[in-house]
């Protein structure tokens, strides 16, 4: 999944929009961009949207942000929800591996109930939004087997700091957010699942979008969310490989294999060793899914 949409759940004309919006994902939200009295009526939307979609063939993956474990609103989204077989559920507020463990014994429990497949309803995880979160990075590895994707936040984080901003005058994130992107970065990839990059709230600014989505890009992460549909064509060209680089990793497993599996090869004068290799088969196995 390359771009992440977020739609409030109680806002049926961009959830109609986000169908067309060429996300990979819609993240139907029941949490921060949902006032507190609406979230009945929400519910009630979000589930009658996926009644309608979920069937489709070609659709984006329909994922829903339920409330924290802590406000007491996470049972009652999942038990309307859940009947209506969403792919995924979206988990804010994580503190650790743990909360997801829980969160999947409440899955297994739904899909019991409503004879979906175990397992079959997938997790991605909001993992920095706060400071004790960010001591509960290491062990999210097996803490379920629906976990698909680690994410982060820097608004919620700001707020729990108490921090005046998140940016710094050039717009770019400051230290303590740096560092909770890094780790989120670091703990997906020490979990096998996908590291997916935060929002960029400044939806006017296409230049500072493309900015900070090729940074993702470049150090690791495998998609980013996004909040406006203008965001998503951006997103989605950054992080499709191209061509060349197609190329360049299939020519580089050809000749690993043509050297007989080396250790090191030597290709246009440069070396590659054992790292180049396991990056370009990574590419090729992002873009076969
Ligand atoms: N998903 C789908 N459609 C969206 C959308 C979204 N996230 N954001 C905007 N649109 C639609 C609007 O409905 C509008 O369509 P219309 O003119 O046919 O009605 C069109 O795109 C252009 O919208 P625009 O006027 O540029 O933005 P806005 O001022 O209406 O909305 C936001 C701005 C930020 C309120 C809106 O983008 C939004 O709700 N984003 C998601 C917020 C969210 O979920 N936050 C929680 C996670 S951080
Ligand atoms: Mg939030």
């Known amino acids: 999944m390359r771009s992440l949409l977020f739609v409030p759940g109680d806002a049926p004309r961009k959830l109609e929009k986000g169908l067309a919006s060429g ?19 929400a519910r009630e939307i979000v589930s009658e949207y996926l009644n309608a979609n979920i069937g489709k063939k070609e659709r984006p993956r329909l994922f829903v942000r339920v409330n924290a474990l802590d406000t007491g609103m996470t049972d009652a989204d999942l038990d309307i929800v859940i009947a209506a077989r969403p792919d995924g559920i ?34 991605l995880v909001l993992v920095t939004e706060s400071a004790q979160a960010l001591f509960g990075l290491h062990n999210y590895r097996g803490s379920s087997k629906r976990l698909d994707g680690m994410t982060w936040g820097a ?11 998140n940016r710094n005058e050039r717009g770019d994130y400051t230290d303590p ?4 992107r890094a780790q989120c970065l670091f703990a997906a990839v020490a979990a096998e699942v996908a590291p997916i990059d935060t929002i960029y709230p ?3 600014d296409a230049e500072g979008l493309k900015r900070e989505t090729r940074e993702g890009r470049r150090d690791g992460f495998t998609g980013k969310m996004a909040i406006h549909p203008d965001q998503v064509p951006v997103i989605n060209e950054i992080y499709t490989p191209s061509t060349e ?28 060793d054992q790292p180049h290799l396991k990056r370009a088969q990574r590419l090729l196995a992002r873009i076969a899914k």
Do not use: C, W
Request: no cysteine.
């Open 23 to 41: 996300a990979d994902a819609l993240l139907l939200d029941l949490e921060d961009s949902v006032a507190i009295d609406n979230k009945p009526k």
């Open 90 to 123: 979206l988990f804010p507020k994580s503190r650790h591996g743990g909360d997801v463990t829980h969160l999947d014994a409440k899955l297994t429990a739904r899909e019991a109930l409503h004879d979906i497949n175990e397992g079959s309803t997938r997790i």
């Open 155 to 165: 608004e919620d984080l700001a707020a729990d700091l108490g921090a005046e901003t």
């Open 177 to 180: 957010f740096r560092l909770a």
């Open 202 to 204: 400044n939806f006017r």
């Open 245 to 272: 680089e197609i190329a360049k990793a299939q020519r580089l497993i050809a000749a690993f294999e043509t050297a007989g599996n080396a250790g090191v090869i030597s290709l246009d004068g440069q070396m590659y």
